[in-house]
């Protein structure tokens, strides 16, 4: 089945994907996963490339690793007609479709074009930064899921924009919705207080999730201290879960 008839907007993309979700409330969830080149923060901990190339790499099937190179920017019926190919081919295999990044909100103009015509293969699911609410709010419809980042500057190097997060997620949890915080040894308590009030006075149901940091040797935090900081943190906001990134143990993208 062709795309739907759009206006013709290319997007720039560094890949396409089949795996299983390793972060937050929808870990081990099969997901197409669509990473979007861009983004308006330089963090830390960052381990995604996300500067624009010249091609990106599109997986042959959903889940074979193998994988082929497209040019930049890609048109929207390029990548429909490969993501209904692979949901014809494996139907209820996969949740949702990820728009991840980077950030996608950079490329809030083009998610415009391309979100209703993606919305009717699968879901759609947001990974964000949660920095960009002017560019949330129009697109926010089409979304079911948004999994929002809360950047602490101990961990990303940069102040953190507290009233940008209280803002985003004042619309965010419109929607399935839930807020993710990246801790390492590092990360003062003073911190974490601060992001469990902003998700406890903004968006009180929304769960907040303490992801360790992960290095090469694993989490960058040991279990006493992840239990101390869950305990701290349920004290302002019960709804806290510990969950780390399990794509990295299972080897999977």
């Known amino acids: 089945m062709p795309a739907p008839a759009t206006a013709g907007t290319d997007g720039e993309l560094i890949e396409v994907f089949s795996s299983i979700q390793g972060e937050g409330l929808l870990v081990g969830w099969r997901q197409v996963f669509v990473r979007m080149a861009g983004c308006n923060l330089d963090c830390d901990y960052c381990d995604t490339p996300f500067a624009p190339t010249q091609s990106c790499r599109i997986e042959d099937a959903p889940g074979s690793g193998l994988f082929?190179?497209?040019?930049?920017?890609?048109?929207?019926?390029?990548?429909?007609?490969i993501l209904h190919g692979w949901n014809s081919a494996a139907p209820g295999l996969h949740h949702s479709i990820s728009l991840t990044g980077g950030e996608p909100?950079?490329?809030?103009?083009?998610?415009?074009e391309w979100c209703p015509d993606l919305s009717r293969i699968l879901p759609l699911f947001l990974e964000t930064n949660g920095t960009l609410p002017e560019a949330l709010e129009p697109l926010l419809p089409?979304?079911?899921?948004?999994?929002?980042?809360?950047?602490?500057p101990s961990m990303t190097?940069?102040?953190?924009?507290?009233?940008?997060?209280?803002?985003?997620?004042?619309?965010?949890?419109?929607?399935?919705?839930?807020?993710?915080v990246v801790v390492g040894e590092e990360t003062p308590s003073e911190e974490l207080d601060s992001a469990a009030r902003l998700v406890h006075e903004s968006a009180p149901g929304v769960p907040l999730i303490l992801q360790p940091v992960s290095r090469k040797e694993g989490p960058g935090m040991t279990p006493r201290q992840l239990l101390d900081l869950q305990a701290r943190i349920a004290r302002i906001h019960p709804s806290v879960r510990v969950i780390p990134?399990?794509?990295?143990?299972?080897?999977?993208l």
């Open 68 to 81: 082929r190179s497209l040019g930049n920017p890609v048109a929207l019926e390029t990548l429909y007609n």
């Open 105 to 112: 909100l950079c490329q809030a103009d083009l998610l415009a």
């Open 245 to 252: 990134q399990t794509h990295r143990y299972l080897g999977v």
């Open 142 to 152: 089409h979304f079911t899921w948004v999994a929002m980042d809360l950047k602490l």
């Open 157 to 180: 190097g940069e102040p953190s924009p507290w009233e940008r997060h209280r803002e985003f997620l004042r619309m965010a949890s419109r929607k399935e919705c839930f807020v993710k």
